[in-house]
């Protein structure tokens, strides 16, 4: 459905500059060089790309080192600040941790992976920090797969079409038919459960929030580590998690 | 400081990108025309990197209207992703947040701007949302004033000499000779309270984070309603505002 990269309508040194950006994500400071490596670009192209980023001010120099600077949030930033689904979210995440106990986060599907757009941290008890922006595979996460579970049909074909479905932790559901089974399931019962498919230890129960159309627009969830003292039956979360769902369904 | 944006090695279609993205954030949907109005560039010019910007997956179109879609995160967040503090301030903030049952957050200085890098939030006490990302002019706030603090005094000079100081609510302070003084003032105790001066009938007290070196590298601080039972005297907060901050300094 994208329009093509080869239209002469493209601008390439945009698309390369971005790319750029992008490489900053792995390796948070690079000598031109070192950018070379991540972009496939050419030493002289990168230093045009690095020279402009610093002259706008969203990059810095230090000795032969870029790094980003906080400017470049401005980019990522407009997406979250045009959501008023962000807005309404972070109240209710606060107190629907406090009253857990627990981490709660709002994300939204972007291609193959959800993305957080909102959350509220308890204790850390996953390995991989989490941040708004943080992405994961769609297919092995309960916010994924709610919203997975939310989409037309043809939209469905299309993401299985495109995700590469693979191990995550060794518990993770990577064959289709499963997963399309788990996602009739999880429309029928209206949640969904992930235990240990993400990060071993760990375990989540997610819900759709959805627009005045019944459409599910975005995921709300909560994590457990599955060794704490936490329900052994996680759809004891449920009716907090739900009734703060709904409080953002709502209120769009 | 910064190279010129008229050298050979500026990419000015690069730049230019740039700005339709962030054009998005004052208005987050708009048609080609809409996005010239915005940027001032040609609306064959926009119409090139908003295809490109499709192409990429970072906009989407609906009808005439365009948007941006989460992808653009990974824009700003790469800055994010790259932040070892960031990794350590969410549990802290969540547990001071709820320890003294009032937002807390997390800034650094980006020219004359705080952008906050991390946020808890109990209540919506502000009329303005605020989410990672989020900038204020460096002045009128607490977080800022804790920053400019920690300048060098050559650093300081040319903060007065790029900030545009003026008015936010009756009460900010805009005089440089007074804004040295208070600055002076939050060097010798530590702390910067500030009341009514971003937002009438919002106070708020931060404290610096410092790195190995006792530079100040970011600042913490919690919000208070003013008309509200909390604690007349801000310094009330401080003691457990400043062992969080203490203990993320630790850990730098």
Redesign the interface.
Known sequence: M????N?A???Q??????EV??S??QT??MTLTEVAEATGLSRATV???V??L?????MRANDKHF?????????????????PL??LV??VL?NL??ELGQSTSVS?L??TDV?Y????????IMRI?I?????FPAYATSMGRVLLAGLEAEKLDEYFAAADLTDVTDRTLTDEAALRSELGQIRKQGYAVVKEELEVGLASVAVPIRNRAGVTVAAMNTSVAVTSQAPEDLTELLPPLQAAADEVSNAL
Do not use: W
Not at 13 to 18: E, H, N
Not at 54 to 58: D, R
Not at 131 to 135: F, P
């Open positions: 994208q329009p093509a990269t239209s309508l493209f601008v040194s945009f698309a390369r500059g971005l950006i992008e900053f994500g948070p400071r230093r045009r790309f020279h402009t610093v002259s706008l001010g969203y790094a980003l600077t906080p400017k470049v949030m401005n980019l990522g930033f407009a997406y979250l600040a045009s959501q962000v807005e972070d109240p606060a941790s406090q939204v972007d291609g993305v757009i909102a959350r509220q941290e308890t204790t850390s920090n941040t708004v922006g943080t992405r």
